[in-house]
C-alpha cells in the first residue's frame, strides 16, 4: 500500500488550545504523524512517497470562495491588523444573529468562518492545509489508475471542515474531496466511511443533499461528544440525498462489540446501495486512552476493523483524521491498515 505524506505539515502548529478552561498545547500535534510514521516504518511499508501538487479545481467545486479566499488571506490580515498572537475566533454567529452578512474586520470574518474556537491558525496553517488535500488527492489518482488501496497521511484532519467553516482542527476537507475526485473520474457512487470518534460533520454537509455519495458515520453520541450539534441517527439525507446519510451516534463506555455491529451494518448498507468506491475517514481515537473520547476500543480491535473493511473489496483511499493517545496512535492506525490487507 502507497503511502502519501508532506513534510509540510509541520507549518501548521498551534502553541495553545483552550480545553477545560486552560490553555493547553493542541491535541492535534505535529508529533502525531512522527508516531505513525514511525510505525508505518516498523511494519515494513516502505512505500512512502510526497504528493503532487495540490490541484484546487476539486477543492474550489466544493467550497465555498469566500471561505478559500479567507483561508489563504487570513494570517496576514490578521497581523495589518495589529494582533500579536494566533488566530483565534472570539465571537461566533449566534441565534439571532446575521448569518447573511459577513464582517469586514478580520476579527468578524474569523468567527464567520469558524464552527469552534478550539482551532487555532498559525502563519503556516494555509500551506499546511493544502500540503494535506495535496496528499488526499495523490492517493486518490493512484487508487483511480488501478492500486487497490492507498493511504494519505494527512494533517490537518478535514472531516470537521464544511464547505465554508473551519474547526475542530480541520479546514479543507480531504475526505470529501476524495470523494468528489473519484465522481469527477466518472465513479457512479462513491461511499464514505468515517471512524473517527467524532461525528464528520463537515462530511456530512457537503453531501447531505446528494445521491451520488453515501456518508456513514460512527461516533460518539452529540448529546455528550463534539460536535454537539449534529450527528444524530435521524439525520438521513435530504431532498435527492435521502437515505444517503447515516450516522451511528453511541454512548459513553461503548466497546467492539457495539462498535462493531454499527460497522457491520454501515459496510453492509454500503455493499447494498451499490459503492463502486470507499474513501475512509481513518481517526483512531475510539481508542480507550484517548483523552477526548469515551470509546472503549483496544489496539487489536482496529485489526478487526480494517480486516472487515478490506472484505469489501472496494478500491479504497484511506485519509488520516483524528487519534491523540499519541504513543498508541500509530499501532491503532496501522493495525487498521494491515487488517485491510490482510482481507
Not at 497521511?153 to 470523494?179: E, K, M, S
Not at 474513501?279 to 472487515?308: C, Q, Y
Not at 491498515?337 to 482481507?343: Q, V
Request: charged letters at 20%.
Amino acid at each position: 500500500m502507497r503511502i502519501f505524506y508532506s513534510e509540510n505539515h509541520r507549518l501548521h502548529f498551534p502553541q495553545a488550545e483552550l480545553s477545560g478552561g486552560e490553555l493547553v498545547t493542541p491535541y492535534e500535534r505535529p508529533s502525531r504523524v512522527e508516531y505513525v510514521l514511525n510505525r508505518l516504518k516498523e511494519r515494513g511499508f516502505g512505500d512512502i512517497v510526497a504528493p503532487d501538487a495540490v490541484d484546487m479545481a476539486p477543492v474550489r467545486s466544493l467550497l465555498d470562495p469566500g471561505y478559500l479566499q479567507f483561508l489563504e488571506t487570513a494570517w496576514d490580515a490578521w497581523k495589518a491588523a495589529g494582533n500579536a498572537g494566533e488566530i483565534i475566533a472570539s465571537n461566533i454567529p449566534a441565534r439571532g444573529m446575521h448569518l447573511d452578512r459577513i464582517p469586514e474586520s478580520i476579527d468578524g470574518k474569523v468567527g464567520y468562518y469558524c464552527h469552534a474556537s478550539e482551532t487555532a491558525m498559525t502563519r503556516g496553517t494555509w500551506g499546511a492545509a493544502l500540503s494535506s488535500v495535496a496528499s488526499a488527492q495523490s492517493a486518490q489518482r493512484h487508487v483511480a489508475s488501478g492500486a487497490t488501496a492507498a493511504f494519505a497521511l494527512c494533517r490537518p484532519p478535514g472531516h470537521h471542515a464544511t464547505a465554508d467553516q473551519f474547526g475542530g482542527y480541520c479546514f479543507i476537507n480531504n475526505a470529501a474531496v476524495v470523494a468528489q475526485m473519484f465522481r469527477d473520474a466518472g465513479v457512479g457512487r462513491v461511499a464514505i466511511l468515517d471512524i473517527d470518534f467524532h461525528h464528520g460533520n463537515g462530511t456530512q454537509d457537503l453531501f447531505y443533499e446528494r445521491a451520488d455519495v453515501l456518508f456513514a458515520s460512527l461516533h460518539g453520541a452529540p448529546q455528550q461528544a463534539y460536535p454537539h450539534f449534529i450527528g444524530y441517527g435521524d439525520e438521513t439525507g435530504r431532498g435527492a440525498g435521502e437515505g444517503c446519510n447515516l450516522n451511528y451516534p453511541m454512548p459513553p463506555g461503548t466497546g467492539y462489540d457495539e462498535w462493531a455491529r454499527a460497522l457491520d451494518d454501515a459496510i453492509a448498507k454500503i455493499g447494498a446501495w451499490g459503492a463502486e468506491a470507499l474513501v475512509v475517514s481513518l481517526g483512531v481515537d475510539a481508542f480507550k486512552k484517548d483523552p477526548i473520547s469515551f470509546f472503549k476500543l483496544e489496539s487489536e480491535d482496529f485489526t478487526d476493523a480494517g480486516r472487515r473493511i478490506g472484505r469489501m473489496k472496494l478500491p479504497t483511499v484511506f485519509c488520516m483524521e483524528g487519534g491523540y493517545a499519541v504513543e498508541e496512535v500509530g499501532i491503532n492506525t496501522v493495525n487498521v491498515l494491515e487488517g485491510f490487507l490482510d482481507a
